[in-house]
């Protein structure tokens, strides 16, 4: 009851900080390294061998002893014997003595003796066969090392290469396939049902009619939930009956990892999830943030589940998702950053309107002589659901004030960023 | 044969032209609406409908006349007789005549007569009771339009939303649910068939020996072809012997869309994709680039199907896909800007290494101050595993001269920006 009337609003960082608190980590599963892609570690990954683990040749040439070559120039060139073929793959069956070189392939193991592989350029061949022994003129003068890998360069035994919560990108996928992970520890992706509720929603593949729209949020919530690495279930649109909002919703907590809800949870006359915080056995960890748009975003638990009431307006709808449910989310498959990534920009244009509370505007960066700007994304009004595609930031604007001006440093958040962290 | 030893290094954006004039779209095929997510549109979506389609009101209030009230305040409110109640999605059934109100949710369609509406925290019922018709006193004084989105607002009819080619993201997702596409006209999925070839080179599951190493590189391109939106066929590593190779490649290149392979197309001795380019009856369109890493990638067709022979160092593996193959399979499904998006940034180190070959270096970059700042990533030469996992950029340095030095503005291209274009 006191929800209704006497909503506390807490700041966005106080709420963020409390959806934090919730998380229960995802369960561990083992998936084929293909299937690993855009999945998140469960696991810290080390090294388990240094890399490269044998002395690895940069070049396609010659294999040689540097001193062998030191005074070595194309008008003075050292004449060596090549003792030994070596493509990349095969292990050499002799030491390489003073006088001698071996024929070695760029990846091939380069074999005791010698510190130093000539590239092919720099070299001449005196007899037409390849059949050994053979003769090399070497006409550069080497120094030890020069174009050898040595073991453990990339990485020594033990190092930690790939931390536990981070996604798994191309890079990450090459080393994991280069320590033998043809199977991978990843976090289960949440699961994570949907609903809508609003007496105007109709069902995507009806015709509209006069007063009523599609329900589009619901689907957007899908592609938000996939992209922060989650399973969406799709959920018919819930009735006004709280009494059938709670039996639903109660099923959904029950069955899946999390719930996100959409409309609802303003003071109307007919604010269903407004009904059922009142009246359900759960817990209301807030109801009103600090915030434009999305003040009324709110957050209940159940038996340790989560339940997102994001606003009904298409705007205020994603930016609840991006500020509150992705970190979450996030967090639950391990990530150690959740929080959108934050930066500065400046601004293109003047933003003129103050608020009470702080306004994430979706904005649309470029970058101009190595500065980042950043501009509105088209209409940015909490309703207007067009321009969302056009966003890859939130604007943040504090509290009070009469907006900002062009040319200013505005911190920004950015969004879709699962790419990278 | 020419190739062997005749090769003619073309610049990258020659070898970009070459690739993307190969470009043959997928098919188009129908998916349902969150299974679009991440996919392409094969066809334009405009509005079939104004959007909104009815004015909406854009609050939870009273719509109004605002004649009726263009001299309220809270000192002297004006009373009106409210005659319907109006939740979302409901149609009115009357309209609004002087000095009358009807009872409105954020959402709903605004009654015929009214032409604004009044914020119920500016209002004061006078009675208790819900009962139609009661009286409401009206504190604030109103203009025409006020708190009412007009037909249109956000897009008229026929307006072009959505381009062919884009990428389904949450935003286009919210469009495409908001105009009823249940299904959803995407581009095929390219399957792409990866192959490696070297001596050296074991299966994932397989414990290291002296001189082997496992084929990472496949497994990298997998996830890359995944985050580029194809579908990546996984093939056995390639023998040396150059009849199977072509075998193999023929039969890969019938069923999938494209193939790619990583290794063999250096001048070594046992550089099989070399050995196939001089017999096959396909055609070779380039197979040198002036850049550093991958100078050696090369690109075939066989009956308008290509062949990306990418060099098997990682880096340069890694760097050869996102400037060549990325873009094509970009293009295949309809991007209309299939190149890696470019910035300037501000380097943070020097960079002192000239070549004759311009340099794609994978960097780093942050955000400070408004201004865009990058460095190298990790090691970066191109046999280096371990640091691409760190790259969000590649470091573009023209050919010449003696690298670039801290302070100066390079031109940078973006890694892993599937996200928004």
């Not at 890998?149 to 931390?163: D, N, S, V, W």
């Not at 939130?394 to 958040?413: D, F, H, K, N, S």
């Amino acid at each position: 009851m006191e929800f209704r009337f006497g909503r506390k609003a807490i700041a966005l960082e106080e709420a963020q900080r409390i959806v934090l608190s919730l998380v229960r980590k995802q369960e561990e599963e083992q998936v084929s390294l293909p299937e690993a892609f855009g999945r998140r570690l469960a696991r810290d990954v080390a090294a388990d061998t240094p890399v490269p683990h044998f002395r690895r040749s940069g070049v396609d040439g010659f294999a040689v002893r540097a001193s062998d070559c030191a005074a070595a120039s194309p008008i003075r060139p050292a004449t060596l014997t090549v003792v030994e073929t070596l493509s990349a793959g095969m292990v050499p069956q002799r030491r390489l003595e003073r006088g001698q070189a071996a024929r070695i392939m760029t990846g091939g193991v380069v074999p005791d003796g010698a510190d130093a592989v000539v590239m092919l350029e720099m070299t001449d061949r005196l007899e037409q066969t390849s059949e050994l022994p053979y003769h090399v003129q070497i006409c550069k003068s080497m120094e030890a090392g020069e174009n050898v890998t040595p073991i453990g360069h990339e990485a020594q035994r033990g190092e930690l290469l790939l931390r536990k919560g981070r996604r798994i990108g191309p890079g990450e996928t090459a080393i994991l396939a280069a320590f033998g992970h043809a199977v991978v520890p990843v976090f289960r992706r949440p699961r994570v049902a949907i609903f809508s509720t609003g007496s105007e929603l109709l069902p995507v593949e009806v015709p509209l009619t006069e007063g009523k729209i599609r329900c589009s949020n619901s689907f957007m919530l899908a592609a938000q939930v996939m992209e922060a690495g989650g399973e969406p279930i799709m959920s018919p649109i819930l009735p006004d009956d709280v009494r059938e909002v709670e039996l639903r919703l109660r099923a959904a907590l029950e069955s899946a990892d999390a719930v996100v809800t959409t409309g609802g949870v303003s003071v109307g006359d007919k604010d269903v999830l407004v009904e059922l915080f009142e009246r359900w056995d759960g817990e209301v960890l807030f109801n009103k943030i600090k915030m434009r748009p999305g003040s009324p975003t709110s957050l209940g638990i159940w038996r340790g589940k989560p339940l997102f009431a994001l606003s009904g307006n298409p705007g205020a709808c994603y930016v609840g998702f991006e500020l509150l449910m992705r970190p979450y989310l996030r967090a639950a498959m391990g990530s150690d950053a959740p929080l959108p990534d934050e930066a500065t920009a400046i601004l293109e244009t003047d933003y003129r309107k103050g608020s009470a509370y702080p306004r994430y505007i979706r904005g649309t960066t470029r970058v101009e002589d190595g500065k980042l700007k950043v501009r509105p994304a088209g209409r940015d009004k909490s309703s207007i659901m067009v321009s969302i595609k056009d966003a890859d930031c939130l604007i943040c604007l504090p509290a009070g004030g009469t907006g900002a001006a062009q040319g200013e440093l505005v911190r920004i958040m950015k969004l879709n960023c699962e790419g990278k962290e």
